[in-house]
């Protein structure tokens, strides 16, 4: 089946405790992408990725970190969570190129920050 | 840079009545991709409808059905034989043509009474 995972669902930690959301694809896309989701603002992008060893800031990059070292992982990290981070966040992945594709979106995290 | 605007944060409609969910954007592009999730209480996101700017016929899927005024820039969701079901956020979402990135609406929440 094709899907989108992400590890964990839920997470309450508290601050400065380093912490890695994993996404993990099995769809082989290129493109990959972390937006969070907060009340009133819809979803933010993060970060994103068009392939391995490639990323770029999306529109809220600051405290946060990615890698794309394989096709089909692009785990988030928080080095030093603070509250303001606390969100539910979402990875999303698509096929890339210039056709539109639909990206198909992980289950959610839901992070606490204390 | 684009933006997508929601003006109605809460929608109601009485069960196997029609709604219409509102949703403007702004764009200096031409050829753009535009999108609605639904977002149910489990979270997920899941792809609606999508319609591409460059074709004039409107999208349709089911019961959804979309109007698109390029010129207004304005893309409205209309649900018919509205369902329980159809309880949920939903969120309007634009992308570029030829860049991945979704830049989202704050989101409608849409509930049906029965």
């Known amino acids: 089946e094709a899907q989108v995972t992400q590890n964990p669902r839920y997470l309450i930690t508290v601050t400065g405790k380093k912490l890695t959301v994993t996404c993990s694809q099995n769809?082989?896309?290129?493109?990959m992408s972390w937006y969070r989701q907060d009340p009133g603002l819809g979803l933010r992008q993060i970060y994103y990725?068009?392939?391995?060893?490639?990323?770029d800031k999306g529109d809220v990059p600051e405290g946060y970190k990615v890698s794309r070292k394989e096709k089909r992982n692009f785990p988030l990290i928080l080095e030093s969570p603070s509250p303001n981070q606390t969100s539910l966040y979402f990875c999303?992945?698509?096929?890339?190129?210039?056709?539109?594709?639909?990206?198909?979106f992980g289950p959610g995290t839901r992070l606490t920050v204390l | 840079a684009q933006t997508v605007t929601q003006s109605q944060p809460e929608m109601s409609v009485q069960e196997a009545e029609t709604v219409t969910l509102s949703c403007t954007y702004d764009t200096s592009e031409s050829d753009y991709y535009l999108f609605w999730y639904k977002q149910p209480p489990s979270r997920q996101m899941i792809l609606v409808i999508r319609?591409?700017?460059?074709?004039?016929q409107n999208a349709t899927e089911n019961r959804f059905s979309v109007n698109f005024q390029k010129a207004a820039k304005s893309f409205s969701l209309k649900i018919s034989d509205s369902q329980l079901g159809d309880a949920a956020m939903y969120f309007c979402?634009?992308?570029?043509?030829?860049?991945?990135?979704?830049?989202f609406g704050t989101g409608t929440r849409l509930t049906i009474i029965p």
């Open positions: 769809m082989n896309h290129e493109y």
């Open positions: 999303a992945s698509s096929l890339g190129g210039i056709g539109g594709d639909t990206q198909y």
């Open positions: 319609q591409e700017a460059y074709k004039q």
């Open positions: 979402a634009y992308r570029s043509y030829g860049n991945e990135k979704l830049t």
């Open positions: 990725s068009m392939n391995v060893e490639v990323t």
